[in-house]
């Protein structure tokens, strides 16, 4: 059941409008949760948003501070407004200068590069696209039954898949994406156990990025 606006119109609490499906969403949904900021967290679902949510730019995530007017969008920008909000809660940026770089750059490559590969691996495959495009639309569109449901999966599975090339996902790509992130699984089984990060025993901005 979907919530009504009113569970999530607080004026003490961050607002994340966003996806599940989306990885900036999940990145940004994390990243209050790990640094324990209150927020409400709500599906880009036209019968749930805020009534002055009318007209804003829809990207995802959208996150409105507890003392906002406006939704912001963007997740690394949210991510660095966080800090600056709340630099003595949880930071997720390292201390030492030369990590915070790598920190950076290694966000940069999650979020332009990673989500190729999300990409590829979501809506190459017939049967892996069909669930994909059930499970967005099932998610944006709960209100959709029979033949409307359908047809609004049917119409999103082919616009995902006829914009491979446009990402870089095309399947003549396809070897390359693999490779490559057979490379990264085995660069990250390098850390070790459970509780090390890239940059220590706590999670960075990379971190989050590449988990989103």
Not at 33 to 49: E, K, N, V
Not at 90 to 99: L, T, Y
Not at 136 to 148: C, K, T
Request: hydrophobic share 40%.
């Amino acid at each position: 059941m979907n919530p009504s606006i009113s569970d999530f119109e607080h004026l003490d609490r961050y607002e994340l409008v966003g996806a599940n499906a989306s990885p900036y969403s999940r990145k940004m949904l994390a990243i209050l949760r790990y640094r324990r900021l209150p927020h409400s967290w709500r599906i880009q679902d036209p019968a749930t948003l805020p009534s002055d949510f009318a007209g804003q730019l829809r990207l995802m995530p959208m996150l409105r501070a507890p003392d906002g007017k406006r939704f912001e969008c963007d997740s690394t920008p949210l991510a660095y407004m966080l800090e600056a909000r709340h630099p003595e809660m949880r930071s997720i940026i390292p201390d030492d200068p030369a990590a915070a770089f790598l920190c950076h750059l290694i966000e940069d490559y999650a979020d332009e590069w990673c989500t190729k590969i999300m990409y590829y691996f979501r809506w190459s495959d017939v049967d892996a696209a069909r669930t994909c495009a059930s499970w967005v639309i099932r998610d944006l569109r709960p209100e959709l039954r029979g033949a409307e449901l359908a047809a609004a999966e049917s119409l999103f599975f082919n616009r995902q898949r006829d914009r491979r090339g446009m990402v870089g996902c095309a399947p003549q790509n396809g070897p390359l994406i693999e490779a490559h992130f057979r490379e990264l699984l085995q660069s990250l089984q390098l850390l070790g156990g459970a509780d090390q990060y890239l940059f220590g025993t706590r999670p960075s901005l990379a971190d989050f990025a590449l988990y989103g």
